[in-house]
């Protein structure tokens, strides 16, 4: 069983910055990690994947160039480099995996999901 668990969300202005954490009871390495997001009366959104190993990334055209996938095996944990935050990114952001390695692009069939973490945009 995979648990994975986000932190990192919070209130901050438009334009202001935040980063995501994700952490498992899993080695991480092993896994691709797909952010996800969903706001209130909207569809989840897949917004990042993130391969294991060297990293490679995927993100939605609706973030690309403002988030950022990384991740850090040693303390066990992905990131999401959230810039230039709008007030449409506000959502309950989520990571997950399919427990594959690579990305298969941004798709949403995904084996173990977190509880979520909630991003609010606002002035």
């Known amino acids: 069983q995979v648990q994975l668990v986000e932190s990192g969300g919070g209130l901050v202005q438009p334009g202001g910055s935040l980063r995501l954490s994700c952490t498992a009871s899993?080695?991480?390495?092993?896994?691709?990690i797909t952010w996800f997001r969903q706001a209130p009366g909207k569809e989840r959104e897949g917004v990042s994947c993130i391969s294991s190993g060297h990293g490679s990334t995927y993100y939605a055209d609706s973030v690309k160039g403002r988030f950022t996938g990384s991740r850090d095996n040693a303390k066990n944990t992905v990131y999401l480099q959230m810039n230039s935050l709008k007030p449409e990114d506000a959502a309950v952001y989520y990571c997950?995996?399919?427990?594959?390695?690579?990305?298969?692009?941004?798709?949403?069939?995904?084996?173990?999901w977190g509880k979520g973490t909630l991003v609010t945009v606002s002035s």
């Open positions: 997950a995996t399919d427990t594959l390695s690579n990305c298969r692009g941004i798709h949403d069939y995904m084996d173990y």
């Open positions: 899993v080695i991480l390495d092993y896994y691709a």
